[in-house]
T-cell receptor, first 113, second 112 residues
Framework: DADVTQTPRNRITKTGKRIMLECSQT?????MYWYRQDPGLGLRLIYY???????NKGEISDGYSVSRQAQAKFSLSLESAIPNQTALYFC????????????FGSGTQLSVL | SQKIEQNSEALNIQEGKTATLTCNYT??????LQWYRQDPGRGPVFLLL?????KEKRKERLKVTFDTTLKQSLFHITASQPADSATYLC???????????FGSGTRLQVQP
């Protein structure tokens, strides 16, 4: 089984709908992240959490919210989806070391029509 | 503002040659730099880390250099193979932030 699991893998939705992307991990890491990837723009940070009670906005948090339900679970919500939120979304965990490296899930491809 | 630049054009090379990818950054001095590999439809996978006081790091056929004066890292794959075809991303910890910032990546295509 994958260490970082994202569900669903693909999702098509309509403008205005509420969408939740889920992430769970078995690595035992406290740190979890949500990034989105768009062609030519690379990975951009949406939200990150260093423990269950620590949630922080990233560079593009507008239109998104998150919930850290447990050490192992970090979900991303789009309250009212819009077409420019069409992207590939990645969840990652961090090992918390000084030169922290990240471990990514396989991603969720979201299309907002 | 801080910026990370990687060549957006794909790099095409012949099998057996050395591939060299570039990562340039501006406006700050990171304590370290990381390289990741990303295959289509998959998440990035960590490859190598190099610290600011290290000039060069090697791992099997991979070599990374870090020039803090030029604000540049070079990523080399020697004796390249078609299986090395992927997108390679560099990542740095920006000042005042607690999460890595990634470049947009360079796609490498190794022709048999």
């Amino acid at each position: 089984d994958a260490d970082v699991t994202q569900t669903p893998r693909n999702r098509i939705t309509k403008t205005g709908k509420r969408i939740m992307l889920e992430c769970s991990q078995t690595k035992g890491h406290d740190r979890m992240y949500w990034y989105r990837q768009d062609p030519g723009l690379g990975l951009r940070l949406i939200y990150y959490s260093f423990d269950v009670k620590d949630i922080n906005k990233g560079e593009i948090s507008d239109g998104y919210s998150v919930s850290r339900q447990a050490q192992a679970k970090f979900s991303l919500s789009l309250e009212s989806a819009i077409p420019n939120q069409t992207a590939l979304y990645f969840c990652a965990t961090g090992d918390g070391t000084t030169n922290e490296k990240l471990f990514f899930g396989s991603g969720t491809q979201l299309s907002v029509l | 503002s801080q910026k990370i630049e990687q060549n957006s054009e794909a790099l095409n090379i012949q099998e057996g040659k050395t591939a060299t990818l570039t990562c340039n950054y501006t406006n700050y001095s990171p304590a370290y730099l990381q390289w990741y590999r990303q295959d289509p439809g998959r998440g990035p996978v960590f490859l190598l880390l190099i610290r600011e006081n290290e000039k060069e790091k090697r791992k099997e056929r991979l070599k990374v250099t870090f020039d803090t004066t030029l604000k540049q890292s070079l990523f080399h794959i020697t004796a390249s193979q078609p299986a090395d075809s992927a997108t390679y991303l560099c990542a740095l910890p920006p000042p005042g932030r607690r999460a890595l910032t990634f470049g947009s990546g360079t796609r490498l295509q190794v022709q048999p």
